[in-house]
């Protein structure tokens, strides 16, 4: 008799299955607090997705459970029987921040809570707490660099984040610091103003990454999705660490730098110079020191050549002898989304000018990447079918031009327009 109150108490509990968020569905136990049954403590976190997490997280969402229980950030514990599956839905503002996915901990997770909006999750048979995290994000994020000597004062920051000045380090690694890398709400204005470092001899701000700026040290944008905005000053800065080619020659100044052979080693500061944005600089190994099998220039360098010759555009790396897969962190660009438009058939093809094995990306209609590295070189080619054939291009560039050359963080959405045959 017992056994038949329990199939139906499940069913009537079986319609919550067609909600929409995080679920936990009921099992063959009886609901929490019955005599004798062994129970386990669900403690849901609504939390921030990046590693330095915003102070304000646990507000970005709510999560409820089916069976009631669950009621977050109000009520985010509560016992469910061991055995049973728990149902959990949570809802945000999808203009303000994006779901990214559901971590478990002290649970099997279950095929079914993974990067969807609901998480079909069955309690295991012991008395062990379950944590279920769901992992958001502001829907936008601005990534402001100040290239040289000079750095950024953003405004508004971060909701739930003092404001602060962003400066990074030379060269910049991965991840930006927290007050160059904010994000908001989508539609948010924000106003990114360049400051000169008082510090540097002749620092002065030249220009920004975006043409829609103007030619002065404050720009205002609308977020409407993942925007990087390089801020250029003169001078800017040139970092060669070590490798297997232990000494080099850097002109101009004409000064001989002795490296560490081990690329890992940062005990001692790099060689490291100031040029006026646009200088050309030569680095020359010593012939006479034999380096490493297959090592070679990375970085802002490639190759073997007993020279490298480059252009000062922006804060440069160069690492001297190295294999070239080998890497020290350097900082990926923001998503590139590639937007499709017309018949089915044609494709966008990506390839990187730069490196000894290029990358490629090949987009079969609507795609985003994360493939190519901050201010790396991209090449874009369309390519028609039968069906479809390219019009133009219709983002910061309205014009048919093919193929179409790009740097990485520059534009954040490429649309392409095909038409029919």
């Known amino acids: 008799m017992g056994s038949r109150r329990r199939a139906f108490w499940l069913v009537l509990a079986a319609p919550a299955a067609c909600l929409t968020a995080l679920a936990i569905t009921a099992g063959s136990s009886a609901p929490a607090g019955a005599a004798g049954e062994a129970t386990k403590t669900v403690t849901v976190v609504v939390a921030d997705d990046a590693s330095d997490a915003n102070p304000t997280a646990s507000t970005w969402g709510h999560v409820t459970s089916d069976p009631a229980g669950i009621d977050c950030p109000d009520v985010c514990s ?5 055995g049973s599956a728990l149902q ?71 909701n739930g984040r003092d404001p602060a ?21 989508t539609g948010t204005q924000v106003t990114v103003t360049a400051h000169e470092s008082p510090d540097v001899e002749g620092a002065h701000f030249v220009r920004w990454s975006d043409f829609r700026c103007p030619r002065e040290p404050s720009c205002t944008v609308t977020m409407r999705g993942d925007l990087e905005l390089s801020a250029f000053f003169s001078p800017v800065h040139l ?16 000064v001989t730098c002795q490296l560490p052979s081990d690329p890992l080693d940062i005990s001692d500061p790099p060689c490291e ?28 360098c490639i190759g073997s ?66 493939e190519f590295k901050r201010h790396q070189r991209v090449v874009i080619r369309p390519k028609g079918s039968k069906r479809a054939k390219f019009r133009r291009w219709n983002d910061l560039i309205r014009a048919r031009l093919s193929p179409r050359p790009l740097v990485i963080g520059n534009i954040s959405v490429i649309r392409a327009v095909f038409v029919r045959r």
């Open 305 to 370: 050549d007993q020279t490298c010759t480059l252009k000062m555009r922006k804060n440069e790396l160069v690492r001297a002898g190295t294999p070239h897969g080998f890497d020290i962190p350097t900082p990926l660009g923001p998503p590139l989304k590639v937007l499709y438009k017309g018949p089915k058939g044609g494709s966008i093809t990506l390839r990187s000018t730069s490196g000894t094995e290029p990358t490629t990306v090949v987009c079969r209609g609507a795609c985003t990447t994360t």
């Open 239 to 254: 970092s060669v660490v070590g490798g297997s080619f232990r000494t080099v020659t850097v002109t101009p100044p004409g």
């Open 273 to 300: 110079f100031d040029y006026a944005l646009g200088t050309e600089v030569t680095i020359e190994r010593d012939p006479s020191i034999e380096p490493n099998p297959g090592d070679e220039w990375t970085g802002a």
């Open 88 to 158: 959990l839905t949570v809802q945000h503002d999808e203009g303000d921040y994006a779901f990214v996915g559901w971590s478990v901990f002290g649970n099997d997770a279950g095929p079914d809570c993974d990067a969807a909006d609901t998480c079909a999750l069955t309690l295991a048979q012991d008395t062990q707490d379950v944590t279920v995290e769901a992992r958001l994000k502001p829907a936008t994020q601005l990534w402001a660099i100040p290239e040289g000597a000079g750095t950024l004062a953003i405004d508004p920051p971060e």
């Open 165 to 185: 000045e962003c400066s990074v380090d030379h060269p910049v690694f991965n991840p930006l610091p927290t007050a160059c890398s904010p994000r908001y709400p």
């Open 78 to 82: 509560a016992a469910f029987p061991a």
